[in-house]
């Protein structure tokens, strides 16, 4: 059996010691892959043979192989030519900057495997050299020296992957502060200012959902000028929680009982929304309580 030339499915993991392989081995568990950890070079051909006669039931898998492995240098290049013949396996090398991964080995407080008793950028250098010519043979070299744990993980999606970019879904809540915040909240907006048509006796026992309570609150002194606020600091944190890896936001809008106020303007933020680069649902918590 051979897998397609485009198949994704079998995937080697392989770099500088720091630059990101244990994020990366944690990233492809979350796409669904079964990762395993420094299998020693010699075995891969016989667990490839296992995996296309599906003798072990994974659809998916990643191996994470590195210089921590004693015969890695010597082993690996043959059996990963010979491995290649069978299967359309890809080779992912990630590397960085001499300078960060110095920094990252200082935050860690860990020496360096090739030189644990020597200065950090010794043990880079020397395994930098080392590792060249399995960096040759790679199918992808990912420099991880500017990236945090989520940038990382979008590489990784984007382009070993070939995955697009998960659309950020908006979460709205119209709640009542009188039974309690919604705990799951990253953002609350409050509308207790606004004039409450609670205290209008044509509006009180309506909802936010009626056209009157709507144009009663709309129209109320400071509410379309809250909305141009409202509406601008949305937009302006939306993409910086996507850039950071959020792909769920959930923002809450309160008012006192959770009936008028807080759901005309969740309404009018969701309208808002609308038809730009993210999904929304929205939940009147406490509407008919």
Same mark, same amino acid.
């Given at each position: 059996?051979?897998?397609?030339?485009?198949?994704?499915?079998?995937?080697?993991?392989?770099?500088?010691?720091?630059?990101?392989?244990?994020?990366?081995?944690?990233?492809?568990?979350?796409?669904?892959?079964?990762?395993?950890?420094?299998?020693?070079?010699?075995?891969?051909?016989?667990?490839?043979?296992?995996?296309?006669?599906?003798?072990?039931?994974? #659809?998916?898998?990643?191996?994470?192989? #590195?210089?921590?492995?004693?015969?890695?240098?010597? !082993?690996? /290049?043959?059996?990963?030519? !010979?491995?290649?013949?069978?299967? /359309?396996?890809?080779?992912?090398?990630?590397?960085?900057?001499?300078?960060?991964?110095?920094?990252?080995?200082?935050?860690?407080?860990?020496?360096? +495997?090739?030189?644990?008793?020597?200065?950090?950028?010794?043990?880079?250098?020397?395994?930098?050299?080392?590792?060249?010519?399995?960096?040759?043979?790679?199918?992808?070299?990912? #420099?991880?020296?500017?990236?945090?744990?989520?940038?990382?993980? #979008?590489?990784?999606?984007?382009?070993?992957?070939?995955?697009?970019? +998960?659309?950020?879904?908006?979460?709205?809540?119209?709640?009542?502060?009188?039974?309690?915040?919604?705990?799951?909240?990253?953002?609350?907006? !409050?509308?207790?200012?606004? /004039?409450? +048509?609670?205290?209008?006796?044509?509006?009180?026992?309506?909802?936010?959902?009626? /056209?009157?309570?709507?144009?009663?609150?709309?129209?109320? +002194?400071?509410?379309?000028?809250?909305?141009?606020?409202?509406?601008?600091?949305?937009?302006?944190?939306?993409?910086?929680?996507?850039?950071?890896?959020?792909?769920?936001?959930?923002?809450?809008?309160?008012?006192?009982?959770?009936?008028?106020?807080?759901?005309?303007?969740?309404?009018?933020?969701?309208?808002?929304?609308?038809?730009?680069?993210?999904?929304?649902?929205?939940?009147?918590?406490?509407?008919?309580?």
């Amino acid at each position: 059996m051979k897998l397609p030339a485009k198949d994704n499915r079998f995937l080697i993991v392989t770099g500088l010691s720091g630059s990101g392989k244990t994020v990366v081995s944690r990233a492809l568990e979350d796409f669904g892959y079964y990762c395993m950890d420094n299998l020693p070079a010699k075995l891969i051909a016989n667990f490839v043979d296992l995996w296309l006669r599906k003798k072990v039931e994974i #659809d998916r898998t990643a191996l994470v192989i #590195d210089i921590r492995e004693p015969r890695f240098l010597s !082993d690996f /290049p043959a059996v990963f030519r !010979d491995i290649r013949k069978k299967v /359309p396996v890809k080779l992912v090398f990630l590397e960085a900057t001499d300078e960060a991964l110095a920094k990252r080995f200082n935050e860690t407080r860990r020496p360096h +495997p090739l030189a644990p008793h020597k200065p950090i950028l010794e043990g880079v250098r020397l395994e930098r050299r080392r590792l060249q010519p399995i960096r040759q043979l790679a199918d992808e070299v990912v #420099d991880t020296s500017g990236l945090n744990i989520y940038q990382l993980k #979008d590489v990784i999606a984007e382009r070993i992957l070939r995955r697009k970019k +998960p659309q950020t879904q908006v979460v709205l809540t119209s709640f009542g502060y009188k039974h309690g915040l919604p705990l799951e909240s990253d953002i609350v907006f !409050d509308t207790r200012f606004l /004039p409450n +048509p609670f205290y209008v006796d044509r509006l009180r026992n309506r909802t936010g959902k009626a /056209p009157s309570v709507r144009k009663f609150v709309l129209e109320s +002194p400071g509410t379309r000028t809250f909305l141009r606020h409202l509406f601008g600091c949305v937009d302006f944190v939306l993409p910086r929680f996507a850039r950071e890896g959020k792909t769920t936001v959930a923002i809450a809008v309160g008012c006192t009982g959770g009936k008028h106020r807080s759901v005309v303007i969740a309404e009018e933020l969701r309208a808002h929304l609308k038809g730009q680069s993210c999904g929304v649902r929205i939940y009147h918590r406490d509407l008919y309580k």
